[in-house]
């Protein structure tokens, strides 16, 4: 692995990999205080984050490198118009990896192109944030021994919800996985979510009620649902109470399922539901820094290499208005194959 | 001692030995470079500061350890509405110390209720500022050998000064300290500090001029007078001058008098008073960075520790409108009592 | 060396050293990651910054040091009317370098008379940036072996470039150097330098026009020409094609030129010119990080020392409405020799 840009990018059997060394972190940390000695890590935070932020730096600085970057790129030359890949061809002379989140989709992509060092995606727009499924893969496999033959759960907001996309992905690459999912109609999972899971046979189920099928759960997974994302904002009222986790709820759940999400959490668990020993979340975030620290003492520690001349483009080829293409005009006009459909190498969006 | 809230919670024995440790790292610095050496503190500082985050910083950095952290909430989850528990149980599960400045009073107890590390009060709203009063003590007992019968003024707002009413609470620990309190009437040190001073039989008088009392003081500490905190701005006015100190009104104090001011000074200190070696307000902030590194290797070298569960509040009981219990409804309603009087445990407001 | 205010105060020599140490730091990197340890350098942007603000951090970083400081002042008590000469005693106190960026000039200079510890300009308002200098030499040497007897084109606004006139002050130490000055007239070198140019009887020549003295140069160092600096727009846009690099402009330059900029650059040198061989922008920001690295083994690494008392001036002689004597006035009125004419010692202004 050179970047980590899509957790769908990684086998099996690279993530089982990642898992073992996680897991002497875990066990053993001590070991690796000096795993990335003398290294740099870059941490570019172009929109605001707590815990990916916060959970990159104290990874990095757990396994003996150190950090630079911004977490708010008001202070920094980007006002000044600078483009992206002046940005990360700059940074990348000065750090050994660069964790960027970016609210462009393909933003973590584009940096790859033009980087000398390896490029970890920490969320780019609402595409993608494969570190926060590395957590969640980690806490499940952690928790429960293994990922293989578990019903899942996942709550709330599934068509707008980039970690719960990038988390089906994964779980998808696992055996006998039962996906429940559960939302109301108008956030659904996306179509392409949808073709993806029946193109790889999985099984799922669609459903608008949260109680009915937590007995079946072996982890469920909650995300929130925010009012703007509804139409009708009447539509959010009467919704409002379906998707909420609470104590009542948790009566008739199995004893060891594993209540999960990635956080910040507003009103979508309640607080009384954090003393349940069912409720992991916060171990979540925890493990989600020993995740990181694994990654980065692979992807810190790799040579430096000339990524060498990318093709210049002349504007962009996507239509989604969210596309890093649509501002960084130089980027080369990459396709990729989603089930057979021509769609944006970036953003992965539907080339039409 | 597992967490520093408030430097009451101190014996004069736990000082003694802290200021002990702190002589050590004055003496011998490069023997603590690896002191916390593996360890991570977590900076949270919900408000503008330069002294005390810098001086944290610097500080863990010279025991070996390393820090991540915010300036500036603006850019983190909290505008997300993530509530005060959430952060701490994320936070303290990356790091493993945290330090909080915070502009809600009780806001670092609010924290050290979840917290799964050491948490160190970094000054909460104008409630208290422990870590200032250990950098007070230790210049006072690094520059003058002891504080038992040393004559201490404190000038400017006593009202409305935290580091005044922590500082005195502390030197109240001592013996036979005579203490000075230099205030227009109108920001005379609170009522309660007034009745605790007095339960203790500690020699005190309260003066409105600065010129008379200073040929009897050993100690002189200065603070700022904001035109803020006079109802009418011709108050201020009158009394400017006053309580500021000049180059002239030292002419009458002793040799070995102490300047002390916890900084930033505005015009309260001119500025040719910096020339006179007993202006040691400067060597004061450098005794704060090494009064740090010493609370840091005791309170960052400590297992983790899960909290376990906290009784869920309904609302605030407390009726102070800057107490933290008024924007996290889920603390639990502590009280504590302050001189036979029922408190508000988070602030020390007095309950109705 | 004890601070690095002016790249003009080194001497040749002093230069040549400290180009040594750079080269072993590139040749042998490791063997200096523990140049720095135990030493912390204080990191004060005043004003926003990528490349010098990240470049320091990096450096320190990779001597085995560590960085506290702001990039944004708005999170700091610089708000509260702190002065500079008290931010720096505070500072001072827990760091032991200080890299100071600050829009007014002759700040640098200003922080220097009241720190304990060295003082590096990491670029004070229009006025220095030697350590932009330090990598634009070390790249040149680095690539080119030596700076004698080049033909060096500077191109752009000459007028304003703070990067400019440091760097033609430092090639006037080489000998042989032919000096190109690109620019519109009305952007064209201030008389200042034109006259230190003369005083030291260099050779050189003005040109309006890139395109034909390409031929002639072995570095061509590219800066940007912002729209604001013309007083007519119109100007700007007559002005604007002529001293943008292009591939095209390229084929007739000499195979071994090497093509500058201090970035960020907009659109003064074409995407495409950054897969020719000759382009070396960004090999000099990472020269820039080994320069830093140098030049912070020899200052972060000397002995505390206290300036001493500094006579306090009233306010300031100088008539440059940007320099630092305006807004803290308490600057002593020190007055310097610019070729036999009383200047400013802060900002380098003329004296009326």
């Known amino acids: 692995m050179r970047h980590l840009i899509d957790f769908g990018d990684l086998t099996r059997a690279e993530w089982e990999a990642l898992y073992q060394r996680c897991s002497a972190i875990m066990d053993h940390p001590a070991d690796f205080m000096d795993a990335c000695r003398g290294r740099v890590m870059a941490s570019l935070f172009y929109e605001p984050s707590t815990r990916t932020n916060f959970s990159f730096q104290a990874a990095m600085l757990r396994v003996g490198g150190t950090v630079f970057g911004f977490a708010d790129p008001r202070s920094t030359s980007t006002a000044k118009g600078e483009t992206l890949k002046d940005t990360i061809k700059m940074v990348s002379g000065y750090a050994d990896v660069v964790v960027m989140r970016n609210p462009k989709e393909g933003a973590a992509k584009a940096a790859s192109l033009y980087s000398n060092v390896p490029v970890i995606n920490a969320g780019d727009g609402g595409h993608m944030h494969p570190t926060q499924t590395t957590a969640d893969l980690t806490t499940i496999t952690r928790l429960r021994g293994s990922v293989d033959g578990l019903s899942v759960g996942l709550c709330g907001d599934l068509k707008n919800g980039r970690t719960v996309h990038s988390l089906i992905k994964a779980l998808a690459k696992f055996e006998g996985v039962k996906f429940y999912l559960i939302a109301p109609r108008e956030l659904a999972v996306p179509e392409y979510i949808r073709a993806f899971m029946k193109e790889r046979g999985l099984w799922f189920v669609e459903v608008t009620g949260l109680e009915t099928v937590i007995p079946q759960l ?54 009384d539901v954090d003393d349940d020993p069912r409720a992991v979340y916060f171990e979540q975030a925890r493990y989600g820094m020993f995740a990181r620290m694994a990654l980065l003492t692979d992807l810190a520690n790799q040579e430096r290499m000339d990524p060498g001349a990318v093709e210049i483009g002349k504007g962009p080829v996507c239509s989604n208005p969210n596309c890093i293409t649509q501002t960084e005009h130089y980027l080369p006009p990459l396709v990729k194959q989603n089930g057979g459909v021509d769609c944006c190498a970036f953003c992965d969006a539907q080339l039409r």
Chains 1, 2, 3 share one sequence.
């Open 218 to 271: 072996d982890v469920l997974y909650m995300t929130r649902i925010q009012r703007e994302r509804f139409v009708d904002p009447l539509e959010y009222e009467r919704n409002k109470g379906i998707y909420v986790l609470t104590r009542r709820k948790l009566e008739r759940a199995r004893q060891n399922l594993l209540v999960m999400h990635p956080l910040p959490r507003v009103d979508e668990i309640a607080i």
